[in-house]
């Protein structure tokens, strides 16, 4: 995979390559008046030591202005960084959040929610950092490293070549600094995920800890990975400390070389003043640019390993796509499908099933029998490994299901299923274009006229806080209603209901399907069982 990366971070770089090209010119243009305030310095002193014949008022004014310039460029590049910065990391983060959610089903299910938010939270900004701030300003110490070199080797010739002579050893150590810190960082990085994972899963299951009486537990889990990640912070740091030390007493060195060499020379009266303390100067320029790379390979490192951990979630592939294929009425036929999640686990085996237009159907079976899996296989979430699924019309064409005859199954899934927000927000969410007066129609047929009680504009917190089950349940048949499809499945979504309210519920589908309407109920309730015309019995295989 990290083959991979220069290949991807030019992909991704699409879109943040303009700020990164502000960020570059700006940082230039810093080094041009650096260079031009340490010509302006050398000025000043021989002027003042009687070296040379200028205005000593004219190089004054130079050097305020140059500072002046240096202020404005310095502020200019902040705000730069600030505003266009979250413009930046917004676009990443919004293509990606993209991607994933267009991807198929089962390819992100192997990551852990938490590990995925990690993902898309630190993994974007240290990327977004990187092409937008840390590109530019490695292309500004270049330009910083390669201007002092030829600034001092027009002065000394000799002295510019002794200190460049550190670069081939400090790429060699480089490189085998980054290899070491890479390693760290991705144990930090996997780590950091567990335990956001951790925090995630708590708060959102804090009710089951709670009767389990298993806080601690959690509690427990959570030191046991802070501990991991204060252990694997403290390597890196160890490792870092100890690589920036030995940097610094090399960049001594080369500091301490250049003063007795300067001083020397002086003495001898080979330099001026002025040029002595311009050695001094340019000594910072040259070593300066070694001493941020110390600091940016950290931000590389973290930059590659954010790589890689984003590769793994954009290897989804995509779903097709593709013009959608909408029926009036529709009914499905299953051929002949088999499906295994491993050669341990075979759910489905050699399944023929017919569900003609407007039938009402009952699917049981013991846990593992493959409700859920064929359920998501007439969703399009997943493939069948043989046989095939077709949706048809009143006027039997047949089309393979796909995601784009996903346009005509309205599905209400087991749980609490209601997003924070407004009870309007939640049930567009079904149909965007809803009027009103269609809110209201499907909050009826879904017996949910509770909910009118408090308005369309009554707010809810996370999984409907402050609903029960059953009132949670009937809102989300309400927002599939409103989809308007010709085929409604319903996973055990009546199961936290009363007896009353169930027959009620399910009076009202009826009337609502009109005999024309395709109904697919998971259910173990026997009221369910009465309303339908067939059922479908799955049985786990050995």
């Keep these: 995979m990290s083959s991979n990366i220069p290949r991807w971070f030019w992909h991704t770089s699409r879109g943040l390559r303009l700020q990164s090209c502000i960020n570059a010119v700006l940082g230039i243009i810093h080094v041009g008046l650096d ?42 590049r902040k705000w730069v960084a600030a505003i ?186 080979e330099i001026t003043y002025g040029m002595m303390i311009a050695f001094i100067q340019l000594v910072g320029q040259i070593q300066g640019p070694f001493r941020e790379l110390t600091r940016y390979i950290p931000i590389i490192v973290n930059s590659i390993t954010a790589c890689d951990r984003l590769m793994e979630l954009q290897e989804t592939p995509a779903e097709p796509t593709g013009e959608a294929i909408r029926l009036c009425e529709g009914g499905i036929r299953i051929n002949d499908v088999s499906y295994a999640y491993d050669e341990h686990r075979t759910v489905l085996s050699h399944l023929s099933f017919h569900f003609p237009i407007g039938s009402i159907t009952a699917i049981q079976g013991e846990t593992g029998a493959g409700k859920t899996t064929l359920i998501r296989l007439i969703l399009a979430l997943m493939k069948p490994q043989s046989g095939s699924l077709e949706i048809y019309d009143a006027q039997e064409r047949s089309y393979v299901i796909s995601p784009q005859t996903r346009c005509n199954l309205v599905y209400v899934p087991q749980g609490n299923t209601i997003f924070s927000g407004t009870l309007r927000d939640n049930l567009l ?91 697919i109920f998971i259910t173990h309730r026997q009221a369910v069982l009465d309303y339908c015309t067939q059922s479908l019995t799955l049985k786990r295989e050995s």
């Design 84 to 269: 266009l910065g979250v413009r930046s990391q917004n676009m990443l983060q919004l293509r990606l959040f993209s991607h994933l959610m267009q991807s198929e089903w089962s390819g992100i299910e192997k990551h852990h929610s938490g590990d995925v938010l990690n993902r898309l939270e630190h993994d974007v900004k240290d990327i977004t950092n990187v092409i937008t701030e840390t590109i530019p300003s490695v292309l500004g110490l270049t330009v910083r490293f390669v201007g002092a070199f030829f600034f001092l080797y027009s002065m000394d010739e000799t002295l510019a070549c002794m200190l460049v002579f550190v670069a081939p050893v400090f790429i060699l150590l480089s490189k085998l600094y980054i290899r070491k810190m890479r390693a760290l960082t991705r144990e930090i990085r996997n780590t950091d995920s567990k335990i956001q994972s951790i925090l995630q899963e708590s708060i959102q299951h804090r009710i089951i800890l709670k009767t389990l009486e298993r806080c601690q537990t959690m509690v427990e889990r959570l030191g046991i990975s802070q501990a991991m990640l204060r252990k694997q912070i403290k390597q890196r740091t160890l490792f870092s400390s100890f690589s920036a030390t030995m940097l610094s007493a090399g960049f001594g060195g080369g500091y301490l070389i250049t003063f007795l060499w300067g001083a020397n020379r002086l003495h001898d009266g």
């Design 429 to 519: 969410l079904g149909n965007p274009t809803a009027t009103e007066e269609q809110m209201l129609e499907a909050l009826k047929t879904a017996c949910a006229e509770f909910a009118l009680e408090r308005g369309l504009d009554a707010t809810f917190g996370e999984l409907g806080a402050g609903l029960s089950e059953g009132q949670a349940q009937r809102i989300s048949i309400a927002r599939a209603l409103l989809r308007n499809g010709c085929i409604l499945l319903l996973d055990e979504a009546t199961s936290a209901l009363d007896n009353e309210t169930e027959q009620e519920l399910l009076h009202r589908l009826q009337q609502w399907s009109d005999g024309k309407k395709t109904i």
């Design 35 to 76: 260079f031009a305030f340490i010509a302006a310095t050398k000025l000043a002193i021989d002027i003042a030591t009687g070296r040379s014949q200028s205005s000593l008022n004219i190089a004054a004014a130079l050097l305020i202005g140059i500072m002046l310039s240096q202020i404005l460029m310095g502020f200019t």
